[in-house]
């Protein structure tokens, strides 16, 4: 067996990250042999972008990995991308999750961190509010074991 064969047996997960980290190690770690990560640097993608509509190109971007990849599961990095643009990375995730309904969604902190982080900020601004409400009502995140284990590889 080729390791295009075996590629292609591992099930496809898409880390959505605030920094670059070890794809290689990763996919050739024992402990996440069933899987094959791939990466969208969401704080590059922010960050990089002249438009003033940052929300439209980070999920722009998402989309086109999400058509490349087709994952089973998006892992959402809660690091630094979520700190500066919480709002925008989050509205992304959940406009992913809408268009594609399939792909299970968890945060590597879970949930009850980013309903915390929200509930906290300084500015509650009305967007806040609507994502936590958008959050909380529905059934767009997943937290099971198998979402528990991938989140891992990013703590």
């Known amino acids: 067996m080729t390791n295009a064969d075996q590629t292609i ?6 880390l959505l990250v605030s920094t670059a980290i070890d794809l290689e190690g990763l996919n050739h770690s024992p402990r996440f042999s069933r899987y094959q990560f791939h990466l969208l640097d969401a ?11 940052t ?6 971007r998402l989309d086109e ?3 490349q990849v087709k994952p089973v599961y998006l892992i959402v ?6 700190e500066r643009y919480p709002c925008t990375l989050l509205t992304t ?3 992913a999750k809408e268009h594609y309904p399939l792909i299970k969604i968890g945060f590597d902190r879970g949930l009850d961190y980013v309903i915390n982080c929200l509930q906290n900020l300084s500015n509650a601004e009305y967007n806040h509010k609507l994502i936590l ?6 059934q767009l995140i997943s937290w099971d ?4 284990h991938l989140a891992s590889c990013l703590g």
């Open 65 to 67: 990995v999400i058509q």
């Open 145 to 148: 074991e198998e979402i528990i």
């Open 133 to 138: 409400q958008r959050l909380v009502n529905s």
């Open 93 to 95: 995730v959940l406009n």
């Open 9 to 14: 047996d591992k099930i496809p997960v898409l």
């Open 43 to 53: 704080l590059h993608t922010l960050e990089s972008s002249e438009s003033a509509n």
């Open 77 to 82: 990095h809660l690091g630094l991308a979520f």
């Open 55 to 60: 929300d439209i190109q980070l999920l722009t």
